[in-house]
T-cell receptor, first 111, second 113 residues
Framework: GQNIDQPTEMTATEGAIVQINCTYQ??????LFWYQQHAGEAPTFLSY????GLEEKGRFSSFLSRSKGYSYLLLKELQMKDSASYLC????????????FGGGTRLMVKP | DADVTQTPRNRITKTGKRIMLECSQT?????MYWYRQDPGLGLRLIYY???????NKGEISDGYSVSRQAQAKFSLSLESAIPNQTALYFC????????????FGAGTRLSVL
């Protein structure tokens, strides 16, 4: 089976940096995705890692270590609109490339 | 207009009723998915389809069925709704290829009384 763990909630201050961790145990790993979901809305794609290292996209960066089963999403220069849930999802090649999602991390950004 | 459209957006029904949730897309993607989301449990895959003639069960398919009427349409049915099927339901689409990023509809909030 697979297990994906991420913190349930985090709080950070506007303008600061926050790191959201995701650990996973899975067979057939074939990529890790991060999605952002505002309350009651659709998840929207943020980033994708399949090789070890850091992927940077503006204020958001995502890191992957396959040997450690670990990823993080880094959000810089936090804005109030970044208050949302952040979903970590693992894709498995031995399961039709399906995504398995973690429970999500609810981030609250305070002024 | 949204690329992935779900109807209805909200639905309240009674135990035992049959209900259909619809999803249509204009992205031209072959792959379509149905998920449900419950608080604290994340998104769980119900069914998925890689083309019109392909239907596959996901993690939690019991009590659900699907129909892929065309490349652009993928419907989810609850044959006899029960209260623990109260959830937020999302449809998603994806192209083939190495990244296979999934794009989600706005969701259908379903309450079964």
């Amino acid at each position: 089976g697979q297990n994906i763990d991420q913190p349930t909630e985090m709080t950070a201050t506007e303008g600061a940096i926050v790191q959201i961790n995701c650990t996973y145990q899975t067979s057939g790993f074939n990529g890790l995705f991060w999605y952002q979901q505002h309350a009651g809305e659709a998840p929207t794609f943020l980033s994708y890692n399949v090789l070890d290292g850091l992927e940077e996209k503006g204020r958001f960066s995502s890191f992957l270590s396959r040997s450690k089963g670990y990823s993080y999403l880094l959000l810089k220069e936090l804005q109030m609109k970044d208050s949302a849930s952040y979903l970590c999802a693992v894709r498995r090649a031995n399961a039709g490339n399906m995504l398995t999602f973690g429970g999500g991390t609810r981030l609250m950004v305070k002024p | 207009d949204a690329d992935v459209t779900q109807t209805p957006r909200n639905r309240i029904t009674k135990t035992g009723k049959r209900i259909m949730l619809e999803c249509s897309q204009t992205k031209g993607h072959d792959r379509m998915y149905w998920y449900r989301q419950d608080p604290g449990l994340g998104l769980r895959l119900i069914y998925y389809s890689f083309d019109v003639k392909d239907i596959n069960k996901g993690e939690i398919s019991d009590g659900y069925s699907v129909s892929r009427q065309a490349q652009a349409k993928f419907s989810l049915s609850l044959e006899s709704a029960i209260p623990n099927q109260t959830a937020l339901y999302f449809c998603a689409t994806a192209p083939g290829g190495s990244e296979n990023i999934q794009y989600f509809g706005a969701g259908t909030r379903l309450s079964v009384l």
